[in-house]
């Protein structure tokens, strides 16, 4: 169980182009879904938190409107990265959580590169 | 914030050795998890363990929350066990910290 799926797993777009990275909970329903960004060989860095029905917070330092989020039910998140350039070229994983203190399972995570 | 730093950063063994990771944290939790992070970036849930001892197969977890530390024990190393060991913590605010991980390698 609580199995977390992203697609696409691997994206290569020009630059000025906007790119949308599905997560879905599937076998759970999800209250909350987190979206995070991993630099080479570094550690996870929490982007927003999205909650089913809701707008999504972001953390300090995150451009809401370069990262649209919009979690449209409680098995599906989606994370857009508008106008994508080469500096927005990371590895860009959701998890998803029942409720916060039960723990969070993550997806497979999508590598984004802007040419 | 709470401050989330585990040790050692990087660590190489022989297949066949036993290790410990160690997770230490500045405040209060309402959760910690331990996860590996595979080759190909898959995060894998190891333990789910706010406090006390859980053990699967080769893997066990203590996590003493008095103390503000946990421990993550992988004895019998393999070669499939390598790749980057994450712990996270859910602090009183509901934030999700992690720690820079620990980057393993087992040699064969």
């Known amino acids: 169980g609580a199995v977390v799926s992203q697609h696409p797993s691997r994206v290569i777009c020009k630059s000025g182009t906007s790119v949308k990275i599905e997560c879905r909970s599937l076998?759970?329903?999800?209250?909350?879904m987190f979206w995070y960004r991993q630099f080479p060989k570094k550690s996870l860095m929490l982007m927003a938190t999205?909650?089913?029905?809701?707008?999504?917070?972001?953390e300090q330092g995150v451009e809401k409107d370069k990262f649209l989020i919009n979690h449209a039910s409680l098995t599906l998140s989606t994370l857009t990265v508008t106008s994508a350039h080469p500096e927005d070229s990371s590895f860009y994983i959701c998890?998803?959580?029942?409720?916060?203190?039960?723990?969070?399972?993550f997806g497979p995570g999508t590598r984004l590169t802007v040419l | 914030g709470i401050q989330v730093e585990q040790s050692p950063p990087d660590l190489i063994l022989q297949e066949g050795a036993n290790s410990t990771l160690r997770c230490n944290f500045s405040?209060?939790?309402?959760?910690l998890q331990w996860f590996h992070q595979n080759p190909w970036g898959q995060l894998i849930n190891l333990f789910y363990?706010?406090?006390g001892t859980k053990q699967n197969g080769r893997l066990s977890a203590t996590t003493v929350a008095t103390e503000r530390y946990s421990l993550l024990y992988i004895s019998s190393s393999q070669t499939t066990d390598s790749g980057v060991y994450f712990c996270?913590?859910?602090?009183?605010?509901?934030?999700?910290?992690f720690g820079k991980g620990t980057r393993l390698h087992i040699l064969p």
């Open positions: 998890s998803a959580s029942v409720h916060l203190a039960g723990g969070q399972f």
């Open positions: 076998d759970f329903q999800a209250t909350t």
């Open positions: 999205s909650n089913e029905g809701s707008k999504a917070t972001y």
């Open positions: 405040d209060s939790v309402n959760n």
């Open positions: 363990i706010p406090s």
């Open positions: 996270a913590v859910l602090n009183r605010d509901d934030k999700i910290i």
